[in-house]
């Protein structure tokens, strides 16, 4: 059971949408204002039985200091469209027997390039972005465009099946 809570106008919504119906999952269509009011929307999945949601992690942080969010049964939540805190990611570990996904992707990579999986032990400091997803390739690369060794700060490349076209 599937959230749909990110704008028809903004990317992410089409996994949310196709990725639902094409795997026969049951796509929960919040009220309009609900992205407005933690409360009512921790209601509706409670009552909808949501086990998929998707939020940035702003609004994650208030729905996991919301008392009501133990009582949703989500397994997967995803983060994604600003830097995931440690703080948020610890407070959701501590509420939730759910999974939490740190995602990472501009538009012009078709939403998510990278993905990491939160732990419960996870190491204090920034949560990570991850690991490529199917068919992405993550580069980290110095001013000439080559690859900068282990440790080295560069500039993050994306590149893939899911690279928009005449992006390099």
């Known amino acids: 059971r ?16 196709f990725g639902a119906l ?3 999952a049951c796509l929960v269509l919040p009220p309009a204002e609900a992205h407005k009011d ?5 209601d509706l999945m409670a009552r909808q039985r949501v ?50 996904h740190n995602v990472y992707g501009p538009t012009e990579a ?3 390039a990278t993905f990491w999986r939160c732990r419960r032990a996870s190491p204090p400091g920034p949560v990570p972005i991850g690991r490529p997803m199917a068919n992405k390739q993550i580069l980290l690369l110095d001013a000439r465009h080559e690859p900068v060794p282990p440790g080295v700060p560069g500039e993050l490349a994306i590149a893939g099946s899911g690279l928009a076209r005449g992006y390099h």
């Open 2 to 17: 599937v959230l749909q809570n990110i704008s028809l106008s903004f990317d992410p919504s089409v996994w949310q949408i």
């Open 22 to 24: 094409m795997n026969g």
């Open 38 to 42: 933690a409360g009512a929307l921790i």
């Open 51 to 100: 086990t998929i949601a998707d939020f940035p992690p702003s609004f994650l942080r208030v729905l996991v200091e919301s008392p009501g969010i133990r009582q949703c049964p989500l397994r997967h939540v995803y983060a994604g469209g600003e830097a995931l805190p440690p703080s948020v990611r610890d407070a959701f570990v501590a509420a939730l027997d759910a999974e939490l």
């Open 110 to 112: 078709s939403i998510d």
